[in-house]
């Protein structure tokens, strides 16, 4: 997978230098054959670890098994009743599935927007997706009932607060530029090859699930609404776990290329993490969902707080411990030494964490990247994308099924474009981890330390104006 030389913001250090070894670093975990193919373990694992990760990797193939056979059944079943309780297969089926093909197609347009132009792909981001959003808004408004109007006020109402983050966070942009153009410059060999396959494998797995979801709706029954609420649930955590498995996939072998300067196949790090990884990133894509909406509705109750109100921020200050007591036990960043280490998800999120704080500047650095906004977004571009398509399409030629159709394809889109873009994710987890463990690597150019300062300073700035007013306010109120 090479990368165009208009991606300039790659460090010549990098290039230059590739094998010089750190001696802060331990031995490169980058020996498949002298390890049978299994990452290193730098700890003792526990029983009740080892009892975790097995029982998750259990309840992974146990639901897929449960899932395929429940979807067999209904699929069955509905092309059986269909044409008795008024049904079109032919009028239901088309425009769904071609939806989740097109998200699949735009999954890999995007990611190869990324690779050829980081810069523009980063702003296109942020100004497409409010603008798709609102459109999907617009659509599910035009389709006619109150219900469908209220959902479409949401997603007219989603897209202007992602216009608002837009304009608030234009200030990071160019350091994000910077950090995607470093992190993704001559990623691990073959990793388009895991890519697409991931995005192939998402699409022909939501297919399947489609089948089913509309065999459920062929008789809409209580038990069938049921049915469909735990197919989508199995859809959400099963694509966080292929998402997850690429991300730890190659964020092994980057990592091991920024911190021993190596080279490592992306292929053979996904065979090795489907062979003993599993169960971590089953884990991991569990704990980590959850962490990331409860400490992100903690911070948005610390903005909406202020220093005037005692109690308010008293209450806020707790907040914020919790926030960084949960942090410590999930956190996207353990992957990487869940693919390189073989630790648990627990212990590798705790030990990234820990670096991240004993590198001064560094968490505040990692706590303001764009990263994870950036795929958030793209994936709900895709799903965007996915959902007009399946909503005009059916909004043509059956109104009655419109909304619903729309939903579920913009849903399935959003899946299929967060597993389309993990390998950038993976890039830029393995880029900050290495850099966290060995700063002054000569692999490393001054990108985060001169981020790191420009932070300090503007926390000075921002400091002084507050004692400021502070002051002001006290000599006025003398």
Not at 236 to 258: D, E, G
Not at 470 to 477: A, L, T
Request: charged share 15%; aromatic share 10%.
């Amino acid at each position: 997978m090479t990368t165009p030389a208009r991606n300039n913001h790659a460090s010549s250090v990098q290039i230059q230098e590739p094998r010089t070894r750190s001696p802060l670093h331990p031995p490169s975990p980058i020996a498949f054959k002298e390890q049978q193919g299994r990452p290193p373990s730098t700890t003792q694992q526990t029983i009740a670890g080892k009892l975790f990760r097995n029982l998750f990797k259990g309840l992974l193939f146990s639901q897929l098994t449960l899932i395929s056979l429940l979807v067999i059944v209904l699929t069955i079943r509905g092309l059986i009743l269909a044409s008795s309780h008024h049904f079109h297969p032919k009028k239901w089926y088309p425009p769904l599935l071609a939806s989740v093909a097109v998200s699949g197609v735009a999954s890999l347009a995007w990611q190869c927007i990324f690779i050829y132009t980081p810069p523009r792909a980063v702003r296109a981001t942020f100004w497409l997706s409010p603008i798709l959003t609102c459109s999907v808004g617009i659509l599910l408004v035009l389709i006619g009932s109150a219900v469908d109007a209220g959902v479409g006020a949401v997603f007219v109402l989603f897209a202007i607060t992602q216009s608002l983050y837009g304009c608030w966070i234009t200030p990071r942009l160019e350091y994000t530029d910077k950090i995607l153009s470093l992190a993704t410059a001559f990623p691990p060999a073959r990793t388009r090859e895991v890519a697409t396959l991931s995005i192939f494998t998402s699409v022909v797995y939501s297919c399947f699930l489609v089948t089913g979801i509309g065999g459920a709706t062929s008789t809409r029954t209580s038990l069938d609404l049921l049915f469909i609420s735990v197919i989508l649930i199995s859809l959400a955590w099963t694509m966080q776990a292929l998402k997850n498995a690429q991300q730890v996939a190659i964020s092994r072998a980057r990592y091991v290329n920024f911190a021993y300067g190596e080279d490592m196949d992306a292929w053979s790090a996904l065979h090795v993490t489907v062979k003993h990884l599993i169960g971590s990133i089953c884990i991991g894509s569990t704990l980590v969902p959850i962490i990331v909406l409860i400490r992100g509705s903690i911070r948005s109750v610390n903005l909406m707080s202020g220093s005037s109100d005692e109690v308010m921020y008293t209450g806020a200050d707790c907040f914020s411990t919790l926030a960084n007591k949960l942090v410590t036990c999930g956190n996207r960043w353990g992957f990487v030494h869940v693919g390189t280490y073989d630790k648990g998800f627990v212990e590798a999120s705790s030990d990234t964490w820990k670096k991240f704080r004993s590198n001064n500047g560094l968490e505040k650095v990692i706590d303001s990247d764009l990263t994870s906004s950036l795929c958030f977004l793209s994936a709900v571009s895709v799903g965007a994308v996915s959902s007009l398509t399946a909503g005009i399409w059916m909004l043509l030629i059956h109104k009655d099924y419109a909304f619903e159709v729309t939903l579920y394809a913009f849903v399935i889109g959003y899946f299929v474009g967060r597993v389309g873009l993990a390998w950038l994710q993976a890039c830029v987890l393995a880029y900050y981890v290495a850099y966290s463990e060995d700063p002054r690597n000569m692999r490393f150019d001054g990108t985060i330390p001169q981020r790191i300062q420009r932070l300090q300073v503007l926390r000075a700035h921002r400091d002084n104006r507050e004692q400021h007013e502070v002051g002001r306010e006290r000599r006025e109120s003398d």
